[in-house]
């Protein structure tokens, strides 16, 4: 998805409202990892995209109005909620 949002194949803004939390959360859990692997191999370029759209994402605050725009979500065959 980084490298989608990189070339403008996906839209940054869909992906920003669907995947902030999942690719915060990714990073937080990944990093040492990531920079483990990083470091191991030599390899500054390994996971560079998604690390510039995590570091976009996580300091520009333009973004978060992405969130707070739009038209309200329908409901669907699918719940929005769990059920009770």
Known sequence: MAVGVENST???R???VY???FVLDAMRDTAKL???IRVRHSADRY??????LH??????PE???W??????????????????
Do not use: V
């Not at 969130?67 to 909620?81: A, E, H, K, V, Y």
């Open 63 to 65: 973004l978060a109005r």
């Open 55 to 60: 570091y976009r994402w996580m300091t520009n």
């Open 10 to 12: 996906f839209d940054e």
């Open 67 to 84: 969130q707070r725009t739009g038209r309200p979500l329908r409901s669907g065959p699918i719940p929005l909620t769990p059920p009770p």
């Open 34 to 36: 990531i920079d483990h």
């Open 19 to 21: 995947w902030k939390g």
């Open 47 to 52: 996971f560079r995209s998604f690390r510039q």
């Open 14 to 16: 869909i992906c920003y």
